[in-house]
């Protein structure tokens, strides 16, 4: 019975190799781990985003999304392409023209990993798209992040943040991120608050940057340059004002003073500024000078106020249809 029984477990101790031998475990297959996904992949895999990966498909962006590292992509959903097309009156993205699409994409993508934690000490982040504007390829539009709200780009929430991969960071969106105009940053940022409340408070300049927005996009007007105080700029401004003067005369102070910080001439880079430059707006002149360690100042006339860049490290913002400069006083 003993024999019986050590025969027996023998048998199976050998029945178990054989049915191994052509199929063994290597520790290889017993600690293989997933290998990381690429954002490409992640597009080109997940049903979600069938029409933004057709419209990528063989284009330098989905070259981006499968070989750079670090990046940041804002993945517009199907629902995102299928009210942006009904919105605009078409049903497939291949009525879209050509390089308009090319840019819209580049538009979602930043080149650098940007996560909510990020904005955990700073409420706004003002970052540079692949997106570039039509009158100069070498300027990439910008966009404002922005999480005192929940997690939005240019005033559109995302719905689900920080999926990491390989190479970046994508967070899904289901709108259309469109290219940044002068009025997306004065609208979205805290910072602008006041003067976007002159401006609305301004007839003429809410009106003249309405036509504006809508002839540049129709390509019949300049692109325009706006010098953009802050909330403290603003307050300064105000309390200026003569408080005996009318509500009329207040108004019109307003008024020239909105129309002063528009100029509609052409997209002044700081690089373009230059010491005697005289740059025409809707309300005055404003010249331009330069000192010796070439920092640059304005001003309306030899006896209004000098005014200043904000900061000498972060000047000016571009966006599609114009650049802002940012200044530490109204010009008036």
């Keep these: 019975m003993k024999n019986f029984t050590l025969l027996l477990k023998l048998s199976l101790i050998a029945a178990f190799f054989v049915s191994c031998s052509g199929d063994e475990l290597t520790n290889a297959d017993l600690y293989q781990e997933e290998v990381p996904q690429k954002i490409a992949d992640y597009v080109g895999s997940d049903s979600n985003y069938t029409i933004f990966n057709d419209a990528i498909l063989g284009s330098e962006i989905q070259d981006w999304l499968a070989h750079q590292e670090n990046i940041t992509l ?149 692109e325009l340059t706006v010098f953009v105080p802050d909330n403290a700029a603003v307050d300064t401004f105000l309390a200026g004002l003569n408080a005996g003067d009318t509500n009329n005369n207040i108004a019109q102070s307003i008024n020239f003073a909105i129309s002063t910080q528009l100029s509609f001439q052409e997209n002044y880079e700081v690089s373009e500024l230059s010491d005697g430059l005289v740059i025409s707006t809707l309300g005055s002149d404003v010249s ?35 650049i802002l400069l940012l200044t530490d006083k109204v010009l008036f």
Aim: include cysteine; charged fraction near 15%.
């Design 74 to 222: 804002f993945a517009p959903t199907n629902v995102a392409f299928e009210n942006y097309l009904s919105q605009n009156g078409m049903t497939s993205i291949n009525q879209i023209p050509q390089d308009e699409l090319a840019q819209l994409l580049k538009n979602h993508v930043i080149q650098s990993e940007i996560l909510i934690s990020d904005l955990n000490t700073v409420e706004e982040l003002f970052v540079e798209t692949m997106a570039q504007t039509s009158f100069e390829s070498s300027s990439h539009v910008m966009s404002i992040i922005s999480n005192h709200d929940g997690l939005k780009i240019n005033g559109v929430p995302v719905i689900t943040p920080d999926m990491l991969f390989v190479n970046g960071v994508v967070h899904s969106v289901d709108q259309i991120v469109e290219l940044s105009t002068a009025r997306t940053f004065i609208n979205e940022c805290l910072e602008f608050s006041s003067f976007k409340s002159l401006i609305e408070a301004s007839a003429d300049a809410s009106t003249a940057f309405t036509t504006l927005e809508s002839k540049f996009q129709s390509g019949l007007s300049q």
């Design 288 to 322: 331009t000078s330069m000192n010796s360690q070439s920092d640059i100042t304005f001003s309306t006339g030899p006896f209004s106020e000098v005014v200043k860049f904000r900061s000498q490290d972060f000047t000016s913002i571009q966006t599609s249809n114009g």
